[in-house]
């Protein structure tokens, strides 16, 4: 089983950074796994947000975030994190950490394995 925790949300004015992490418990080989970053505003769709393979350096970004947000991970802690720069009022969401069984496409949906989620809000 894999388990997801988020941490790092908050409170932030505009223009601000916030960096989230997600810690990887997990019981499985994680080496074909990706893990991704989701968010969602009050409504009924969760957004992908950028992700990443546990194992190499490719990494894939939603346009809105594309040169703002940074993914990364520390496998030596089990953990991947999203650095977010320049954060705009729209950015305001849950934010949730997945993975995904995945050993050769860095996918965009289809994770099987989700956190809890931490919200950001980002003030005008």
């Known amino acids: 089983q894999v388990q997801l925790v988020e941490s790092g949300g908050g409170l932030v004015q505009a223009g601000g950074s916030l960096r989230l992490s997600c810690a990887v418990v997990?019981?499985?080989?994680?080496?074909?796994?990706?893990v991704g970053w989701f968010r969602q505003s009050p409504g009924p769709e969760r957004e992908f947000v950028a992700a990443?393979?546990?194992?190499?350096?490719?990494?894939d970004y939603a346009d809105s975030v594309k040169g703002r947000f940074t993914i990364s991970k520390d496998t030596a802690k089990k953990t991947v994190y999203l650095q977010m720069n320049n954060l705009k009022p729209e950015d305001t969401a849950v934010y949730y950490c997945?993975?995904?069984?995945?050993?050769?496409?860095?996918?965009?949906?289809?994770?099987?394995?989700w956190g809890q989620g931490t919200q950001v809000t980002v003030s005008s």
């Open positions: 997990s019981s499985l080989t994680f080496s074909s796994y990706a």
């Open positions: 990443i393979p546990w194992v190499g350096s490719n990494t």
């Open positions: 997945a993975a995904v069984y995945s050993p050769v496409m860095l996918p965009r949906n289809g994770y099987d394995y």
